[in-house]
């Protein structure tokens, strides 16, 4: 098999499997938080260190909501079985970045990473999400560059990648929906929040050899279990959140 094909191959298969790298953090973070050693932390260091990861990740969290709540049916979806695409978007943030999605799932992981403060785990996760998700983008390329030829290639040679140009900014075609987000986000955001909470409980019953359920985390977990039942209901029992022109 040549090896752009064994790449594209891969990176499909990847594709499919994207939503199970959560899983694979959790497990890794247990031993990274039970032998990192905090000692020269502070409590003013470490409310600054929790306060620069909550807003990394909550970063990737609007870079994810402002990519969903601003493309139409068919496109930047949660499927996983296959590449799916019924237009091209050229304008809004995909003027700027070509793979918004994953620049926000990226910051939305590293925020929680680095929340372990733990400078090696922060590198080897940066290093795994470039390698995992670099053939996954080379897999979704592939399929646009076959499916919309032309076009694709010319606006790929003026859009990066991954770091965003916001000198190439242009003004999107479709307005922000803020119920699509509502609708398509809930998960993603429990997913969040809960992955600080099991870090923050972690690394104090490694530390104190008790668990303390009364701290602030537990409340925000507490909140956005709340808040995703809620949006949840509402999309599967209303039609509050429905669109007819949105995914």
């Known amino acids: 098999m040549a090896l752009i094909h064994s790449f ?75 590449q799916v695409a019924e237009s091209l978007n050229q304008t809004g943030i995909y003027s700027m970045v070509r793979h918004p999605l994953y620049l926000g799932n990226y910051l939305m992981w590293i925020g929680i990473v680095f929340f372990t ?31 919309f030829g032309e076009a694709y290639l010319k606006w790929s ?15 999107g075609q479709i307005p922000f929906s803020m119920k699509s987000v509502l609708r398509r986000e809930y998960s993603g955001f429990l997913a969040t929040v809960l992955s600080f909470a099991f870090v923050d409980h972690l690394r104090y019953y490694f530390e104190n ?14 909140g956005s279990i709340l808040l995703t039942l ?8 209303t039609n509050l959140l429905s669109e007819t022109d949105r995914s």
């Open 230 to 237: 809620v949006l949840r209901t509402l999309k599967h029992a």
């Open 8 to 82: 594209e191959k891969s990176g499909n298969t990847l594709f499919r499997y994207r939503g199970q790298i959560p899983v694979i953090l959790f497990i890794l973070a247990v031993p990274v938080i039970y032998f990192t050693d905090n000692y020269f932390i502070n409590q003013s260091v470490e409310n600054l260190f929790s306060i620069v990861a909550v807003l990394i990740s909550f970063c990737g969290l609007i870079i994810r909501a402002i990519s969903i709540g601003t493309t139409p049916k068919g496109t930047s979806g949660r499927n996983t079985k296959e």
């Open 117 to 147: 403060y733990n400078i090696y785990f922060i590198v080897i996760v940066s290093l795994a999400f470039w390698l995992y998700y670099e053939r996954i983008m080379f897999a979704e390329e592939r399929f646009l560059e076959r499916k």
């Open 209 to 222: 050899d008790q668990f303390q359920w009364y701290r602030i985390s537990t409340w925000c977990l507490a």
């Open 157 to 171: 040679e003026q859009v990066p990648a991954f770091f965003p140009a916001f000198s190439k900014y242009k003004k």
